[in-house]
C-alpha cells in the first residue's frame, strides 16, 4: 500500500458539486427559510404541567381528608388509652420507689 491513497476524487467534482446541490434545492424567496410549525409535544407541555400539579395537588388534599377522618374516631381511643397508661405507669413509678399512699398524702400536704 504505500502511502498513496487508493481512493480518488473524479475529475471536476467539487466544481460540479454546487450547481448541483443548489439544483435539488426547494425554490425559495430570497433569504427566507420555511417555518415548520412546532411538534405537538411542544405545544401541550405547559398543559401537561398544569394537569401534573393539578393532580398532585389534588391526590394530596385526598390523602389528607381521608387521614383526618380515619384518625377522627380513633383520636378518642388514643386519648383513653393515653390516661390509662398514665395511670399505670404512675402506680408502677410508686410500687418502685416503695412509696405508699400514706407516704403520697404526706408529701402532698407539706407543699
Do not use: W
Not at 389534588?58 to 388509652?81: I, M, P, R
Amino acid at each position: 500500500m504505500g502511502h498513496s491513497s487508493p481512493f480518488r476524487v473524479p475529475e471536476g467534482y467539487f466544481e460540479e458539486l454546487t450547481p448541483r446541490l443548489m439544483q435539488k434545492l426547494p425554490a425559495l424567496g430570497a433569504g427566507s427559510v420555511p417555518q415548520q410549525k412546532p411538534a405537538i409535544l411542544y405545544r401541550l407541555r405547559p398543559l401537561l404541567y398544569a394537569a401534573a400539579c393539578l393532580l398532585v395537588a389534588v391526590l394530596s388534599v385526598a390523602v389528607y381528608l381521608s387521614d383526618d377522618k380515619a384518625t377522627g374516631d380513633g383520636q378518642t381511643a388514643v386519648a383513653k388509652a393515653t390516661e390509662v397508661s398514665a395511670d399505670a405507669y404512675f402506680e408502677e413509678a410508686a410500687d418502685y420507689a416503695m412509696v405508699d399512699n400514706h407516704d403520697i398524702y404526706a408529701c402532698l400536704m407539706n407543699d
